[in-house]
């Protein structure tokens, strides 16, 4: 449930990134797994692969740096993410 809430958290931050014209996104992810599913996508839920594959499309245009930083060091995004996994509904 972790991993799929990390992904999905990539793909709003590059939909929305998309949506205001940024052409520079520095992408951290605390998830090893997500840093890999920029090279693998076949690890990415099949729920959340469609819209995954899109929003790889639109980073064609974009420079994107994607990189993994330790839990530890993003206290503030772990904790969201924690929060965002007890939440019964979409918000």
Known sequence: MRFFAETFAAVIAIETACEKGWRNLWLE?????????????????????????NAIIKTRDMNLVVG???????TCADRLTSHGIRLQNFC
Not at 30 to 42: G, R
């Open 68 to 74: 993994h930083i330790y839990r530890e060091g993003n």
């Open 29 to 53: 992810c605390d998830s090893m797994l997500v840093v890999q599913a920029f090279k693998n996508e076949n690890i990415v839920s099949w729920t959340l692969r469609n819209r995954w594959k």
